[in-house]
């Protein structure tokens, strides 16, 4: 592993202190991009880019497999605003 100067070891650890703030950021632009997005493929990617968001936001796996496949946008909506 390299050797990380103060000012690098501090922002790799404010960006771990604050990931699941990050994941929750995405999320809301994928929510958004998901609205209006008509292709299948970018959908789909989208819906497994959400599942992964919503597993660094804190959402246990099952929950976020469950509102994937049911691709449910408003369900992933809640959880951004109540997490925000």
Do not use: C, F
């Not at 202190?17 to 997005?37: G, N, Q």
């Not at 497994?48 to 796996?61: H, M, N, Y």
Request: without cysteine.
């Amino acid at each position: 592993m390299p050797d990380y100067s103060e000012h690098q070891k501090g922002i790799i650890k404010r960006y771990y202190d604050h990931r699941d703030t990050i994941a929750l950021s995405k999320l809301a632009e994928t929510v958004s991009d998901l609205y209006v997005e008509d292709n299948p493929g970018k959908r789909k990617r989208a819906w497994k880019s959400v599942r992964t968001q919503l597993i660094a936001a804190g959402v246990p796996e099952r929950e976020a497999d469950a509102i994937v496949q049911d691709e449910d946008l408003g369900k992933v909506a809640a959880i951004v605003q109540q997490k925000s």
